[in-house]
């Protein structure tokens, strides 16, 4: 029997900005402030060139608040390529562009269909073959209550069902609770593909039929790290063929640097530019966090010795030679077997930090959480970032007693 | 660490001393100014080094420049028997360490020893002075644990250093109410940014409805363009008739007009045709007046004036000039001939009639030469005569001049006698001069002295050098010498008279013979003179004699006479006078021949002048004669001229005349064919005729173009002009219409043209990602400024809540402790020592009364303090052993308190050390079994 092709991408926050790249000079901030127009200039230019189907996207085009024209004109733009092409595309909005937000929307052509505030489900023909698509758009920010039991169950095995839903799984604790569902809910309903979005890291949460996170086609900081981009479906009633095109122009990522042997800052700085070029030759551009790994004593008196930030000043200049943008976020060093011996008083004083439970960290760090005016620009404390900062003073006290105070 | 003997080398006044010190406790005595502080100060500083230049600390440099340092004896537990010796370095001073084992050792091991501890540690438990112990009341529990647990832990330094470095780096960081610290700052960064990103977003919402309402926009301009359309279509058919109305309400009156009109025939081009005629006619009669006056007018003409005989005299011009200078000519000559004539004759002095009759033949002339070289010939033998005469004459007065000066020179009668007499002595005067001689001669001695000498020398030489004949000379003349000596001895006495003579005429022998030589002279010339003068006298009165005749000349005056010329003229003269004569005579002969042609000449002229007056018909002067011809010549001719011209424009005239006349006939011919042609009786019907044919064809005319317009029109609603209001207003609606359109319009397109650019630009603005991306980079700032501050805020908050659990489990055995000394001092006046929830000091005494600790006197406030640190002390025992340094701190307890302390130090120095520095002498007898040291006595005694 024969199938259909479509591309399944979500989560495309045309236009919104970088998060967490501090420092960058001018030139470096305009290669990548169009990033992710340019990595949604690729889905387009795949999709003209591959002509699937259908296109979904998944919810989030952009980011409500933040969203730029020339955004949101692009995005016109591109779903005006599609429809010259006679590509539909069906979209649904998400917690950031959802349909109350009072912000300026651009009209979309024909070919594209946009899901209303409820569970709807739209049939398209293909090449001769029905396809049914089922899904929602967020008529407010914060959508809380399931909305998987408003999904219609298919019937008849004639038609290809596919779902799109803009959601977190039940129980996900990183995310905020968004439209929840479960798995088991999803495959209830006998689609033969749930195209998700939400959640940003790539995933495949069933085989078949499929569930999948296609991930958002950009990374915007640290937290997404990776290829990103979007998945062309092949879906036959027997089969589902999942391609994933990558179109990110700049990745996030931790790289690893070997310090064998290294004794001298040129050596350290060459083993930078060698683990950035291999980098960049596998992956183009990229924002990386290093890490130093293979200390000897001698590599690890001459990191110490110098101050975080000239470190981290000395590796950047380093790698700014590259042909492409490269640019190190942060430097981990890799703990030493041997640790300097810690008097008892200072052991006792990591000990302590170790023994604060979120609630004594929240109580700690209060005068700054609690200042009315910069609170707001903060992220949350959460468990990871306390543990971020213990593990930080520990490394601090260590240095700073072993660096003999 | 207990201090066993301190050896100084050079510290402050003390120099080469060595101080043992007991094991549990010494007391140091002395005087103020003994050096009690510098021994206190040479332990601590040896312990912890030299205070730097920077450091407030006084540095006990020896003055006079001794060595500086010394050395610390001291038993430690843990090391044993140590020396730490300090000398003079670095800053701190170089610091050496003998161990007992003979290593050595510097800095690192004396911290070992020291147990990490620092000066200003040291001496706030173990060191102190009565001004520490006022201090206590100042002291929070804070510090007081402080103190506490830096007592018995080790790598506190290290970290209280860190905890008060990230304080300071928090501070700079965060605060909780402060505004320079980065977070601070970066906050209100942040929200300025905020602020502008909200202005930057609510112009972005401004792009939806500026398309919508260019949209609108838009359908409105659509349906303004169709509201103009419809407006003009319904003017325009006004306008059409508004247009056609007059044409056709004109149209209409034309066609009655022509249809009024009754015209038969009309001559193609009549009007001009009659007008031209009419033109030509009066234009001919106008000549012909002009022509018929021009005739009338002319004057009778006159007869010519001849001119042949001007013509002939005209013709002998010449001969007439040459008769006027010839007569000039002639003229001239004489003038010029006559007064030669009369210079001549005033040169002869004659008159005309004289000169004329003169005879100047050839022969008279020769004749007259004769005459004259005759009376030439005698003159000059006269003349010769007259000189030689004049010349002896001359020679006679000179002579006797002569005479007469020489006479004048004649010698006196002395001088004749004298040279009479002077002839008879002059024989005597020989005699006697001879004689005179001879005796003389003896007075040549010494010349013959000397003739002897180079006699006697020459011989000697000649001889000597056998010249023989020199010595013979000079052999002579020394015998001359010799012989001549001998003679001159002889003298001789002279006559008498020989004397008188001698004495009167010596000597003058010459004078007399020139007096005689000038008398002689003198005769001679006289003589002579006398001669010459006879002579001349002669001569003279034989040319006076001698006179001569003058015949010759006057024979020459009588034939001057003849001529008539004055005798007395000179010779030459007179041959002049001759020859001019014979001129004038000439002159004479030429002069009448001229006068005989002026006068023919003046004769002519005057006829020729009479035939030209004639021809002329006026009288006319000679002079400017031909002028005067020619003007008059000239006048005729051109009255001659005009005469023939008039006569030629008269003939003229009268033809024209004549074809004038003919032609005027002709055109009015003309005139009746044409007036015949028109039916037209006269010139007025003729012309009225023109005028309507005219009339007729312009509306004609006008007809077609009426036609044509209306046609151009196109149709016109018929009946317009009945419904409602005028066309006129209607039309004006409609443009006012039209008008408020336009307007719309230009306000639709500068407000459309306004919206798109503000929305391309809202397109195009990339400033608002770049201002959001700047606001992710501030936050991830204010991120990591969070997590730094985070981090460090984490670390003190350890550090406090490990330091406030080490105080639970220490701080209430150390205060115990303190409260039983406390108690033992007061002697049991106070039960309790406490600390009040504020974290200060208080004290409880046995009645239970509750005192803060600066509300206690002096005493008991230093007995609590002294508890207080003798109970660290205490329980810093085997952490930090080290020994008490105490500067007189007890001098404001009683002697019963006193008493007490002495028993607890007594209790303790067992196992602590305590040294005591005191100046109170009966201190020093408080203590029963203390070894004293008095400081002026190791002054004194110990020396190395």
């Given at each position: 029997m024969k199938g259909i092709r479509f591309i399944h991408a979500a989560d495309?926050?045309?236009g919104s900005p970088f998060t967490g790249l501090k420092g960058l000079q001018r030139e470096q901030w305009q290669k990548l402030k169009d990033s992710t127009l340019e990595a949604f200039d690729r889905l387009i230019t795949y999709a003209l060139e591959q002509q699937p189907d259908f296109v979904l996207i998944a919810g989030?085009?952009?980011?409500?608040?933040?969203?730029?024209l020339r955004a949101q004109q692009r995005f016109q733009q591109g779903m005006e390529q599609l429809d010259k092409a006679k590509i539909p595309v069906i979209l649904c909005h998400g917690n950031h562009d959802h349909l109350s937000g009072n912000w300026t929307r651009f009209e979309l052509p024909q070919n594209v269909y946009s899901f209303g505030a409820t569970v709807s489900q739209i049939s398209l023909d293909v090449r001769g073959m029905e396809v049914a698509i089922a899904g929602f758009s967020y008529g407010e920010r914060h959508i809380k209550e399931s909305m998987i039991k408003a999904y219609p169950e298919a019937s008849g095995s004639e038609k290809f069902y596919i779902g799109m839903l803009h959601g977190s799984l039940e129980g996900e604790k990183a995310h905020a609770v968004y439209a929840p569902f479960t798995k088991h809910q999803l495959l209830e309903k006998n689609y033969d593909y749930w195209a998700l979005g939400h959640i940003h890291l790539r995933q495949q949460l069933h085989e078949e039929p499929a569930i999948v996170y296609?991930?958002?086609?950009?990374?915007?900081?640290?937290?997404?790290?990776?290829p990103k981009g979007f998945y062309e479906v092949e879906l036959s009633k027997t089969s589902t063929q999942l391609k994933f095109v990558q179109t990110s122009v700049l990745q996030f990522d931790d790289i690893k640097v070997d310090c064998k042997d290294v004794i001298h800052m040129n050596e350290l700085l060459d083993a930078c530019t060698k683990s950035a070029r291999e980098f960049i030759e596998r992956y183009g551009p990229g924002a990386v966090k290093m890490h130093f790994v293979n200390l000897d004593a001698e590599a690890r008196e001459l990191v110490l010795d110098i101050s975080d930030e000239e470190l981290k000043e000395a590796v950047r200049e380093a790698v700014e030679e590259m042909d492409e943008f490269f640019l190190v976020q942060e430097i981990a060093i890799e703990k030493g077997v041997h640790t300097a011996e810690l008097s008892p008083l200072a052991e006792e004083i990591i000990a302590m930090m170790d023994s604060w439970e979120m609630r004594e960290w929240k109580d700690v760090l209060k005068d700054l959480y609690r200042h009315p005016k910069g609170s707001r620009y903060l992220e949350p404390l959460d468990a990871t970032a306390a543990e971020e900062i213990q593990a930080a003073a520990a490394e601090k006290i260590r240095r700073g007693i072993s660096n003999g105070g | 660490m207990k201090i066993e003997k301190l050896v100084i080398y050079g510290f402050g006044k003390h120099q080469d001393r060595e101080i043992v010190l007991d094991s549990e406790l010494s007391i140091i005595y002395g005087t103020n100014e003994a050096g009690k502080t510098t021994l206190q100060q040479f332990i601590v500083q040896t312990l912890f080094g030299y205070p730097t230049k920077n450091q407030n600390l006084r540095r006990y440099e020896p003055k006079n420049g001794g060595k500086y340092g010394g050395q610390l004896h001291i038993h430690d537990p843990d090391f044993g028997r140590v020396i730490i010796e300090r000398v003079k370095g670095k800053a701190a001073g170089d610091v050496t360490l003998y161990f007992e084992d003979g290593s050595r050792g510097s800095d690192a091991e004396l911290k070992m020893i020291l147990r990490d501890y620092d000066r200003a540690s040291f001496e706030s438990v173990f060191s102190f002075s009565i001004h520490e112990l006022q201090g206590l009341?100042?002291?929070s529990e804070e510090e007081l644990s402080r103190t506490l647990l830096a007592s018995g832990t080790t790598g506190m330094d290290a970290i209280a250093q860190m905890e008060s470095r990230l304080e300071k780096d928090m501070a700079t960081v965060f605060k909780k109410s402060g505004r320079n610290p980065e977070i601070n700052q970066l906050v209100d960064e942040l929200k300025s940014f905020e602020n502008e990103l909200k202005t930057y977003r609510s112009r972005i919402e401004l792009y939806e409805p500026y398309m919508a309402r260019i949209r609108e926009i838009d359908r409105r301009l659509a349906d303004i363009s169709e509201e103009e359309e419809t407006i003009d279509h319904a003017m325009k058919s006004v306008e059409r008739w508004l247009q056609a109305e007059p044409l056709i309400t004109k149209r209409d009156a034309l066609t009655l007009e022509a249809n009024s009109m009754s015209i038969s025939s009309m001559p193609v081009d009549g009007r001009r045709r009659m007008d031209k005629l009419a033109d030509r006619l009066s234009e001919t009669a106008a000549k012909i007046s002009l022509l018929e006056q021009q005739t009338g007018k002319t004057e009778p003409l006159e007869p010519k004036k001849h001119v042949a005989e001007i013509e002939a005299l005209l013709a002998k011009e010449s001969g007439w000039h040459r008769l006027r200078s010839e007569l000039a000519h002639n003229q001239h000559e004489m003038a010029k001939n006559a007064d030669e004539q009369n210079r001549l004759l005033s040169l002869v002095g004659m008159d005309l009639e004289q000169a004329l009759q003169a005879d100047i033949s050839l022969q008279n002339e020769e004749r007259l030469l004769a005459h004259v070289e005759k009376a030439d010939r005698e003159e000059e033998e006269q003349r010769f005569h007259y000189r030689k005469l004049a010349d002896e004459k001359a020679k006679l007065e000179e002579s006797s001049k002569e005479l007469k000066f020489f006479l004048a020179s004649e010698p006196s009668e002395t001088e004749r006698q004298a040279a009479e007499e002077w002839l008879a002595i002059a024989p005597k005067l020989a005699e006697a001069k001879v004689a005179g001689q001879l005796q003389s001669a003896q007075n040549t001695k010494s010349l013959l002295g000397i003739l002897i000498g180079l006699g006697f020398l020459g011989v000697v030489i000649g001889l000597w050098q056998e010249n023989y004949p020199l010595a013979a000379i000079a052999g002579l003349a020394f015998l001359a010498g010799g012989w001549m000596f001998i003679q001159g001895r002889k003298s001789a006495t002279l006559p008498a008279d020989y004397q008188q003579v001698l004495a009167a005429y010596s000597g003058r022998e010459d004078e007399f013979t020139a007096l005689i030589e000038k008398l002689a002279q003198y005769d001679r010339k006289l003589d002579g003179l006398l001669d010459q003068l006879e002579a001349s006298k002669r001569k003279v009165a034989s040319l006076t004699q001698g006179q001569q005749e003058s015949s010759a000349k006057s024979a020459y005056q009588m034939f001057l006479q003849e001529l008539g010329i004055?005798?007395?003229?000179?010779r030459k003269t007179v041959m002049e006078l001759f020859y001019a004569l014979r001129e004038i005579q000439a002159l004479q002969t030429i002069l009448q021949r001229l006068g005989n042609e002026c006068d023919k000449l003046t004769h002519e002229m005057e006829e020729w002048l009479e035939t030209a007056s004639v021809a002329c018909g006026k009288p006319l002067a000679a002079d400017g004669l031909y002028e005067a011809i020619r003007t008059e010549y000239s006048m005729r001719n051109e009255s001659n001229a005009k005469l023939e011209k008039a006569f030629e424009q008269h003939n003229e005239h009268q033809q024209e005349l004549e074809q004038f006349r003919s032609l005027a006939s002709q055109i009015e011919h003309e005139q009746n064919m044409l007036l015949k042609h028109a039916n037209a009786d006269t010139l007025e019907q003729f012309y009225r005729f023109c005028d309507e044919s005219e009339r007729l064809l312009e509306i004609h005319k006008q007809q077609a173009f009426l036609e044509a317009q209306l046609e151009g029109i196109g149709d016109v609603e018929a009946g317009?002009?009945?419904?409602?209001?005028s066309p006129a207003e209607k039309i004006e609606g409609y443009k006012a219409g039209l008008m408020e359109l336009k307007k719309e319009r230009h306000a639709l397109f500068a407000e459309k043209a306004d919206k798109q650019q503000m929305t391309r630009m809202l397109l195009s603005d990339g400033e608002y990602e770049d201002k959001l991306q700047q606001f992710e980079e501030k936050k991830m700032e204010l991120a990591e400024l969070a997590k730094r501050w985070s981090i460090d805020k984490a670390i003190t908050a350890a550090i406090r809540q490990t330091m406030d659990d080490l105080k639970d489990k220490k701080l209430p055995s150390v205060i115990g402790a303190a409260q039983m000394y406390f108690k033992k001092l007061t002697g049991n006046a106070y039960s309790s020592l406490e600390i009040d929830p504020e974290g200060f000091f208080e004290v409880v005494r046995a009645d239970g009364m509750r005192f803060h600790i600066a509300e206690l006197s002096q005493a008991t406030k230093e007995q609590a303090y002294v508890s207080l640190r003798l109970s660290l002390t205490v329980s810093m025992r085997d952490s930090n052993p080290f020994p008490v340094i105490m500067d007189d701190p007890f001098v404001h307890f009683d002697r019963r308190r006193l008493q007490h302390m002495i028993n607890l130090i007594t209790e303790l120095q067992i196992n602590h050390q305590f040294i005591y520095f005191t100046c109170h002498e009966a201190m020093k007898e408080s203590w029963p079994n203390a070894s004293v040291i008095d400081v002026a006595d190791i002054e004194r005694s110990v020396h190395l």
């Amino acid at each position: 029997m024969k199938g259909i092709r479509f591309i399944h991408a979500a989560d495309l926050h045309l236009g919104s900005p970088f998060t967490g790249l501090k420092g960058l000079q001018r030139e470096q901030w305009q290669k990548l402030k169009d990033s992710t127009l340019e990595a949604f200039d690729r889905l387009i230019t795949y999709a003209l060139e591959q002509q699937p189907d259908f296109v979904l996207i998944a919810g989030d085009i952009y980011d409500g608040e933040d969203r730029s024209l020339r955004a949101q004109q692009r995005f016109q733009q591109g779903m005006e390529q599609l429809d010259k092409a006679k590509i539909p595309v069906i979209l649904c909005h998400g917690n950031h562009d959802h349909l109350s937000g009072n912000w300026t929307r651009f009209e979309l052509p024909q070919n594209v269909y946009s899901f209303g505030a409820t569970v709807s489900q739209i049939s398209l023909d293909v090449r001769g073959m029905e396809v049914a698509i089922a899904g929602f758009s967020y008529g407010e920010r914060h959508i809380k209550e399931s909305m998987i039991k408003a999904y219609p169950e298919a019937s008849g095995s004639e038609k290809f069902y596919i779902g799109m839903l803009h959601g977190s799984l039940e129980g996900e604790k990183a995310h905020a609770v968004y439209a929840p569902f479960t798995k088991h809910q999803l495959l209830e309903k006998n689609y033969d593909y749930w195209a998700l979005g939400h959640i940003h890291l790539r995933q495949q949460l069933h085989e078949e039929p499929a569930i999948v996170y296609s991930g958002n086609i950009q990374g915007r900081h640290r937290g997404e790290s990776g290829p990103k981009g979007f998945y062309e479906v092949e879906l036959s009633k027997t089969s589902t063929q999942l391609k994933f095109v990558q179109t990110s122009v700049l990745q996030f990522d931790d790289i690893k640097v070997d310090c064998k042997d290294v004794i001298h800052m040129n050596e350290l700085l060459d083993a930078c530019t060698k683990s950035a070029r291999e980098f960049i030759e596998r992956y183009g551009p990229g924002a990386v966090k290093m890490h130093f790994v293979n200390l000897d004593a001698e590599a690890r008196e001459l990191v110490l010795d110098i101050s975080d930030e000239e470190l981290k000043e000395a590796v950047r200049e380093a790698v700014e030679e590259m042909d492409e943008f490269f640019l190190v976020q942060e430097i981990a060093i890799e703990k030493g077997v041997h640790t300097a011996e810690l008097s008892p008083l200072a052991e006792e004083i990591i000990a302590m930090m170790d023994s604060w439970e979120m609630r004594e960290w929240k109580d700690v760090l209060k005068d700054l959480y609690r200042h009315p005016k910069g609170s707001r620009y903060l992220e949350p404390l959460d468990a990871t970032a306390a543990e971020e900062i213990q593990a930080a003073a520990a490394e601090k006290i260590r240095r700073g007693i072993s660096n003999g105070g | 660490m207990k201090i066993e003997k301190l050896v100084i080398y050079g510290f402050g006044k003390h120099q080469d001393r060595e101080i043992v010190l007991d094991s549990e406790l010494s007391i140091i005595y002395g005087t103020n100014e003994a050096g009690k502080t510098t021994l206190q100060q040479f332990i601590v500083q040896t312990l912890f080094g030299y205070p730097t230049k920077n450091q407030n600390l006084r540095r006990y440099e020896p003055k006079n420049g001794g060595k500086y340092g010394g050395q610390l004896h001291i038993h430690d537990p843990d090391f044993g028997r140590v020396i730490i010796e300090r000398v003079k370095g670095k800053a701190a001073g170089d610091v050496t360490l003998y161990f007992e084992d003979g290593s050595r050792g510097s800095d690192a091991e004396l911290k070992m020893i020291l147990r990490d501890y620092d000066r200003a540690s040291f001496e706030s438990v173990f060191s102190f002075s009565i001004h520490e112990l006022q201090g206590l009341e100042n002291m929070s529990e804070e510090e007081l644990s402080r103190t506490l647990l830096a007592s018995g832990t080790t790598g506190m330094d290290a970290i209280a250093q860190m905890e008060s470095r990230l304080e300071k780096d928090m501070a700079t960081v965060f605060k909780k109410s402060g505004r320079n610290p980065e977070i601070n700052q970066l906050v209100d960064e942040l929200k300025s940014f905020e602020n502008e990103l909200k202005t930057y977003r609510s112009r972005i919402e401004l792009y939806e409805p500026y398309m919508a309402r260019i949209r609108e926009i838009d359908r409105r301009l659509a349906d303004i363009s169709e509201e103009e359309e419809t407006i003009d279509h319904a003017m325009k058919s006004v306008e059409r008739w508004l247009q056609a109305e007059p044409l056709i309400t004109k149209r209409d009156a034309l066609t009655l007009e022509a249809n009024s009109m009754s015209i038969s025939s009309m001559p193609v081009d009549g009007r001009r045709r009659m007008d031209k005629l009419a033109d030509r006619l009066s234009e001919t009669a106008a000549k012909i007046s002009l022509l018929e006056q021009q005739t009338g007018k002319t004057e009778p003409l006159e007869p010519k004036k001849h001119v042949a005989e001007i013509e002939a005299l005209l013709a002998k011009e010449s001969g007439w000039h040459r008769l006027r200078s010839e007569l000039a000519h002639n003229q001239h000559e004489m003038a010029k001939n006559a007064d030669e004539q009369n210079r001549l004759l005033s040169l002869v002095g004659m008159d005309l009639e004289q000169a004329l009759q003169a005879d100047i033949s050839l022969q008279n002339e020769e004749r007259l030469l004769a005459h004259v070289e005759k009376a030439d010939r005698e003159e000059e033998e006269q003349r010769f005569h007259y000189r030689k005469l004049a010349d002896e004459k001359a020679k006679l007065e000179e002579s006797s001049k002569e005479l007469k000066f020489f006479l004048a020179s004649e010698p006196s009668e002395t001088e004749r006698q004298a040279a009479e007499e002077w002839l008879a002595i002059a024989p005597k005067l020989a005699e006697a001069k001879v004689a005179g001689q001879l005796q003389s001669a003896q007075n040549t001695k010494s010349l013959l002295g000397i003739l002897i000498g180079l006699g006697f020398l020459g011989v000697v030489i000649g001889l000597w050098q056998e010249n023989y004949p020199l010595a013979a000379i000079a052999g002579l003349a020394f015998l001359a010498g010799g012989w001549m000596f001998i003679q001159g001895r002889k003298s001789a006495t002279l006559p008498a008279d020989y004397q008188q003579v001698l004495a009167a005429y010596s000597g003058r022998e010459d004078e007399f013979t020139a007096l005689i030589e000038k008398l002689a002279q003198y005769d001679r010339k006289l003589d002579g003179l006398l001669d010459q003068l006879e002579a001349s006298k002669r001569k003279v009165a034989s040319l006076t004699q001698g006179q001569q005749e003058s015949s010759a000349k006057s024979a020459y005056q009588m034939f001057l006479q003849e001529l008539g010329i004055h005798s007395e003229a000179g010779r030459k003269t007179v041959m002049e006078l001759f020859y001019a004569l014979r001129e004038i005579q000439a002159l004479q002969t030429i002069l009448q021949r001229l006068g005989n042609e002026c006068d023919k000449l003046t004769h002519e002229m005057e006829e020729w002048l009479e035939t030209a007056s004639v021809a002329c018909g006026k009288p006319l002067a000679a002079d400017g004669l031909y002028e005067a011809i020619r003007t008059e010549y000239s006048m005729r001719n051109e009255s001659n001229a005009k005469l023939e011209k008039a006569f030629e424009q008269h003939n003229e005239h009268q033809q024209e005349l004549e074809q004038f006349r003919s032609l005027a006939s002709q055109i009015e011919h003309e005139q009746n064919m044409l007036l015949k042609h028109a039916n037209a009786d006269t010139l007025e019907q003729f012309y009225r005729f023109c005028d309507e044919s005219e009339r007729l064809l312009e509306i004609h005319k006008q007809q077609a173009f009426l036609e044509a317009q209306l046609e151009g029109i196109g149709d016109v609603e018929a009946g317009l002009e009945i419904a409602g209001d005028s066309p006129a207003e209607k039309i004006e609606g409609y443009k006012a219409g039209l008008m408020e359109l336009k307007k719309e319009r230009h306000a639709l397109f500068a407000e459309k043209a306004d919206k798109q650019q503000m929305t391309r630009m809202l397109l195009s603005d990339g400033e608002y990602e770049d201002k959001l991306q700047q606001f992710e980079e501030k936050k991830m700032e204010l991120a990591e400024l969070a997590k730094r501050w985070s981090i460090d805020k984490a670390i003190t908050a350890a550090i406090r809540q490990t330091m406030d659990d080490l105080k639970d489990k220490k701080l209430p055995s150390v205060i115990g402790a303190a409260q039983m000394y406390f108690k033992k001092l007061t002697g049991n006046a106070y039960s309790s020592l406490e600390i009040d929830p504020e974290g200060f000091f208080e004290v409880v005494r046995a009645d239970g009364m509750r005192f803060h600790i600066a509300e206690l006197s002096q005493a008991t406030k230093e007995q609590a303090y002294v508890s207080l640190r003798l109970s660290l002390t205490v329980s810093m025992r085997d952490s930090n052993p080290f020994p008490v340094i105490m500067d007189d701190p007890f001098v404001h307890f009683d002697r019963r308190r006193l008493q007490h302390m002495i028993n607890l130090i007594t209790e303790l120095q067992i196992n602590h050390q305590f040294i005591y520095f005191t100046c109170h002498e009966a201190m020093k007898e408080s203590w029963p079994n203390a070894s004293v040291i008095d400081v002026a006595d190791i002054e004194r005694s110990v020396h190395l």
